[in-house]
C-alpha cells in the first residue's frame, strides 16, 4: 500500500514558470488537501477536495489552482511561480470530510522558485 | 490566521523525562488531533480527541481537551530521543465546512 504519494520531491523554478506537483492516494479516500509549511508558520491549507469534481479554498488559495477528476489524484498547479511560493508542499488525504478521521500525509515537495 | 497555537515553541528535555505542549484555539472545534513530524518527513497522526472527551491516551501519550479553554494538551511521558521531532495540534470547527487547520507546532528535543 503507497498511501499518499508526492511527485516530485525537489524542484527549483524560475519566477514565472508553471508547474504542477502531483499528488496521490491509492487508499480510496474521498477527502484531499493542499498545504504548504513555512518555517514557524505551521501548515497552512491551501486547496481541498471532499470528492471527486469537488474543491474549495483554503487559507491561502491565491496562485494556486486545484482539479479532482478522479478519486485518486489531486494535483496542484501554480500557474505563475513567485519567490513567495517557495515553500514545502504537503499533500493530505483522509477517509471522511474534513478531519473526522486521521490525515495521511505524503512525504513533500520542496520547491524554491528564483 | 491559525486555529490552533501550540505552546511553548521549543522545548528540549532529558531522556526519561515527560513533555508537556499545549494547544490553545479560537473557535468551537468537532475535533482536534495531534501529529508528529520529524525532520524533512511528512506529519504522522497520534491521536484525535472529540470534543465531547476530556482525556485519551494511546500508549505513552496522553492528550486532554478543556473546552472551556479552549485548550488541549500532549503529554509524551518517559521520553526517548526518538521522540525528537515537532509537534502540531489541528482543529476542525463545527460550524460546517471542511477544512483541518493546523498551528505552529512544538519542536521537541529530547537529549540522550
Known amino acids: 500500500n503507497a498511501g499518499v504519494t508526492q511527485t516530485p520531491k525537489f524542484q527549483v523554478l524560475k519566477t514565472g514558470q508553471s508547474m504542477t506537483l502531483q499528488c496521490a492516494q491509492d487508499m480510496n479516500h474521498e477527502y484531499m488537501s493542499w498545504y504548504r509549511q513555512d518555517p514557524g508558520m505551521g501548515l497552512r491549507l491551501i486547496h481541498y477536495s471532499v470528492g471527486a469534481g469537488i474543491t474549495d479554498q483554503g487559507e491561502v488559495p491565491n496562485g494556486y489552482n486545484v482539479s479532482r477528476s478522479t478519486t485518486e489524484d489531486f494535483p496542484l498547479r501554480l500557474l505563475s511561480a513567485a519567490p513567495s511560493q517557495t515553500s514545502v508542499y504537503f499533500c493530505?488525504?483522509?477517509?471522511?470530510?474534513?478531519?473526522?478521521?486521521?490525515?495521511?500525509f505524503g512525504q513533500g515537495t520542496r520547491l524554491t522558485v528564483v | 490566521s491559525q486555529q490552533g497555537e501550540e505552546d511553548p515553541q521549543a522545548l528540549s528535555i532529558q531522556e526519561g523525562e515527560n513533555a508537556t505542549m499545549n494547544c490553545s484555539y479560537k473557535t468551537s472545534i468537532n475535533n482536534l488531533q495531534w501529529y508528529r513530524q520529524n525532520s524533512g518527513r511528512g506529519l504522522v497522526h497520534l491521536i484525535l480527541?472529540?470534543?465531547?472527551?476530556r482525556e485519551k491516551h494511546s500508549g505513552r501519550l496522553r492528550v486532554t481537551l478543556d473546552t472551556s479553554k479552549k485548550s488541549s494538551s500532549l503529554l509524551i511521558t518517559a521520553s526517548r530521543a526518538a521522540d525528537t521531532a515537532s509537534y502540531f495540534c489541528?482543529?476542525?470547527?463545527?460550524?460546517?465546512?471542511?477544512?483541518?487547520?493546523f498551528g505552529a507546532g512544538t519542536r521537541l528535543f529530547v537529549k540522550a
Open positions: 493530505a488525504s483522509s477517509y471522511s470530510r474534513g478531519g473526522e478521521t486521521e490525515a495521511f
Open positions: 480527541i472529540r470534543s465531547n472527551e
Open positions: 489541528a482543529t476542525k470547527g463545527n460550524t460546517g465546512g471542511f477544512k483541518t487547520i
